[in-house]
């Protein structure tokens, strides 16, 4: 079935560093893949999406393009804030179903 | 415009109990899914709710049962509570149903405490 592997946390990195948090996926045909970011006793708001095969999606200095060849949607962010520290959850979503499968998150620190 | 709102916000029960929990979904969208967020895991999908029909559900026993009034707002129910119901539940609406054809926005959540 479809699924989403994600980098284990937590993640501790200094502020201007450079972020990477993997995702790898799972599915047949041609998902819609998404970032998500949980900010501390907030839900979950959508970061940035791609829906077909090297598109690029990007927020907020934060990007992540779809690889159908690795079957990845890795997000990047090249100079964190402080602000940035959250949980990140990787997802993706069939259109013949109605479900988006989540990764189990990555827990993000950044320090001043 | 409002968001998604989520009720109550906590709420401790006890085994065998029964819980409903509650969500207003954002102004005009028509469909809203339940998603079930264990300590430390992602959110997994309990089921959706499109002008008032369930319309796609997840892989949870038939005691997890839920509702969609008229005005798109939607219950979420869970009888004869189990220790691992413990957990934060999440509504989610959108403009249109499938998970893949229009954003999700997340309500808080209501965090549910089952000893």
Known sequence: GNSVTQMEGPVTLSEEAFLTINCTYTATGYPSLFWYVQYPGEGLQLLLKATKADDKGSNKGFEATYRKETTSFHLEKGSVQVSDSAVYFCALSHPNNNDMRFGAGTRLTVKP | ?115
Do not use: M
């Not at chain 2, 469909?31 to 709710?49: E, K």
């Not at chain 2, 796609?56 to 509702?67: A, E, I, K, Y």
């Open chain 2, 1 to 115: 415009e409002t968001g998604v709102t989520q009720s109550p916000t906590h709420l401790i029960k006890t085994r065998g109990q029964q819980v409903t929990l509650r969500c207003s979904s954002q102004s005009g969208h028509n469909t809203v899914s339940w998603y079930q967020q264990a300590l430390g895991q992602g959110p997994q999908f309990i089921f959706q709710y499109y002008r008032e029909e369930e319309n796609g559900r997840g892989n949870f026993p038939p005691r997890f049962s839920g509702l969609q009034f008229p005005n798109y707002s939607s219950e979420l129910n869970v009888n004869a509570l189990e220790l691992d119901d413990s957990a934060l539940y999440l509504c989610a609406s959108s403009l249109s149903a499938g998970a893949s054809s229009s954003e999700q926005f997340f309500g808080p959540g209501t965090r549910l405490t089952v000893l």
